[in-house]
């Protein structure tokens, strides 16, 4: 691909008007919205609004003037990026305080069956979490096996398979439709984390049947940093489970004030506490962002930007560690090198920024709203030059930041 190239499809491109909606830095090439999103141009004033009028004039009145719904208004447009119901879908809380929620309702639902079986490798939280949640569950526990032992793991001892759709790392791609009915087929249920999925592929979660599911707010949908999260449980099963984080804001009657909790009907009993309203305002303008937007567009631009980059690593002898095929794979690409670390720190010293995930991988998120076939090729002529000019080998790199 020549810059001229890169020029034309760019445009030719139908998702080009999006790149200005999002305030990017000049001299930077942003490859890492699968890690934190960018800035969209409306989030600053909506933050601003929030703080001057919603807040600052409005006060406690804005409780009863679009506040208190929100949790369940934004799930709403989440849902409709998600192949679910509006009201299968709610904001709250962060990932892995929905996993917990949803993992510990699970177990307690599926007994006499104890285990939820995972894969190793899955992104650490997941496995933390469910660690941690099945603590809380007298006689469960976590089974976590390769991939290629899932399948086997699977038995009549199964409560839930837990599994992250896209991986973090690698951007392998679990067939949903396919995992949800072999759990279904042992009598398991499925639970979907979706964070390296919303926002970067076409989801159906009913159509695959999925019983329940969590993702994240500021990876794709750019939410804006610690943005809240949102949790999918399935009309079928939403009478049925019960949150452990029996809170307030999931009760059936809040405001009468009752010593005894009764569950909220429907989607709102998994909110626990009083919602982070300055934090609503960001994740609502980056879904707003998103109201349009054809996810076929989406899905065929990340597939054309990942064939671009990996033709130039595989030009510069990177070994590419992502599926080839489109359909087993999310929007993200990731190479292995030995100085993963130091090669990612001297391209974001030359404004190529990416990231580095321990051991040896060097990742690249596909963001196709705002992200252009020009800044791919920009990007490999960097990441030649950093590659031919040895400036990995900067001593400088050779000590590790604490967020990578
Ligand atoms: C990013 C990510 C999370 C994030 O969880 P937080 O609670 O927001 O820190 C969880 N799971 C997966 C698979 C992720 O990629």
Same mark, same amino acid.
């Given at each position: 691909?020549?810059?001229?190239?890169?020029?034309?499809?760019?445009?030719?491109?139908?998702?080009?008007?999006?790149?200005?909606?999002?305030?990017?830095?000049?001299?930077?090439?942003?490859?890492?919205?699968?890690?934190?999103?960018?800035?969209?141009?409306?989030?600053?004033?909506?933050?601003?609004?929030?703080?001057?009028?919603?807040?600052?004039?409005?006060?406690?009145?804005?409780?009863?003037?679009?506040?208190?719904?929100?949790?369940?208004?934004?799930?709403?447009?989440?849902?409709?990026?998600?192949?679910?119901?509006?009201?299968?879908?709610?904001?709250?809380?962060?990932?892995?305080?929905?996993?917990?929620?949803?993992?510990?309702?699970?177990?307690?639902?599926?007994?006499?069956?104890?285990?939820?079986?995972?894969?190793?490798?899955?992104?650490?939280?997941?496995?933390?979490?469910?660690?941690?949640?099945?603590?809380?569950?007298?006689?469960?526990?976590?089974?976590?096996?390769?991939?290629?032992?899932?399948?086997?793991?699977?038995?009549?001892?199964?409560?839930?398979?837990?599994?992250?759709?896209?991986?973090?790392?690698?951007?392998?791609?679990?067939?949903?439709?396919?995992?949800?009915?072999?759990?279904?087929?042992?009598?398991?249920?499925?639970?979907?984390?979706?964070?390296?999925?919303?926002?970067?592929?076409?989801?159906?979660?009913?159509?695959?049947?999925?019983?329940?599911?969590?993702?994240? !707010?500021?990876?794709?949908?750019?939410?804006?940093?610690?943005?809240?999260?949102?949790?999918?449980?399935?009309?079928?099963?939403?009478?049925?489970?019960?949150?452990?984080?029996?809170?307030?804001?999931?009760?059936?009657?809040?405001?009468?004030?009752?010593? &005894?909790?009764?569950?909220?009907?429907?989607?709102?009993?998994?909110?626990?506490?009083?919602?982070?309203?300055?934090?609503?305002?960001?994740?609502?303008?980056?879904?707003?962002?998103?109201?349009?937007?054809?996810?076929?567009?989406?899905?065929?631009?990340?597939?054309?930007?990942?064939?671009?980059?990996?033709?130039?690593?595989?030009?510069?002898?990177?070994?590419?560690?992502?599926?080839?095929?489109?359909?087993?794979?999310?929007?993200?690409?990731?190479?292995?090198?030995?100085?993963?670390?130091?090669?990612?720190?001297?391209?974001?010293?030359?404004?190529?920024?990416?990231?580095?995930?321990?051991?040896?991988?060097?990742?690249?998120? *596909?963001?196709?709203?705002?992200? !252009?076939?020009?800044?791919?090729?920009?990007?490999?002529?960097?990441?030649?030059?950093? *590659?031919?000019?040895? &400036?990995?080998?900067?001593?400088?790199?050779?000590?590790?930041?604490?967020?990578?």
């Amino acid at each position: 691909m020549t810059r001229d190239d890169a020029r034309a499809l760019d445009a030719a491109d139908p998702l080009r008007p999006y790149r200005d909606r999002f305030a990017l830095p000049d001299g930077v090439i942003y490859l890492d919205g699968n890690s934190l999103g960018p800035l969209p141009r409306e989030t600053a004033p909506a933050l601003a609004d929030m703080a001057e009028r919603q807040w600052g004039e409005r006060l406690i009145r804005s409780w009863n003037e679009g506040w208190i719904d929100a949790p369940q208004r934004i799930g709403g447009k989440i849902a409709a990026l998600i192949g679910a119901e509006p009201d299968e879908v709610i904001v709250a809380d962060s990932t892995s305080v929905n996993l917990f929620k949803l993992l510990v309702a699970a177990l307690r639902h599926a007994a006499p069956r104890t285990t939820i079986v995972s894969e190793t490798g899955n992104f650490p939280t997941d496995l933390h979490i469910a660690e941690g949640a099945t603590d809380c569950v007298p006689g469960a526990r976590l089974n976590a096996v390769a991939r290629a032992d899932l399948s086997t793991a699977i038995d009549d001892d199964t409560a839930l398979l837990m599994l992250t759709h896209v991986h973090y790392k690698t951007a392998e791609r679990f067939d949903m439709a396919a995992w949800t009915t072999r759990a279904h087929d042992a009598g398991a249920l499925a639970l979907w984390d979706l964070s390296h999925s919303v926002g970067a592929i076409p989801l159906d979660l009913n159509a695959a049947g999925a019983d329940l599911a969590i993702g994240c !707010g500021y990876k794709y949908l750019n939410g804006g940093p610690g943005a809240p999260a949102f949790l999918f449980v399935s009309r079928r099963l939403q009478e049925q489970l019960a949150s452990p984080l029996s809170g307030w804001m999931g009760h059936a009657a809040p405001f009468e004030f009752g010593d &005894a909790y009764s569950p909220a009907p429907g989607i709102k009993r998994w909110l626990a506490g009083t919602p982070s309203m300055l934090a609503m305002v960001g994740l609502e303008a980056g879904i707003d962002l998103w109201r349009d937007v054809d996810q076929q567009h989406v899905a065929a631009k990340s597939a054309a930007l990942f064939d671009a980059l990996a033709a130039i690593g595989g030009r510069l002898g990177l070994e590419c560690v992502s599926p080839t095929d489109p359909s087993a794979r999310g929007s993200h690409i990731s190479f292995r090198h030995p100085k993963a670390y130091a090669l990612c720190q001297a391209l974001i010293e030359r404004g190529v920024i990416g990231d580095f995930r321990a051991p040896d991988v060097v990742r690249f998120g *596909l963001t196709p709203l705002y992200l !252009g076939f020009e800044d791919i090729w920009q990007a490999g002529e960097i990441l030649r030059d950093v *590659l031919e000019s040895g &400036a990995a080998d900067d001593p400088r790199f050779a000590t590790r930041a604490a967020v990578t």
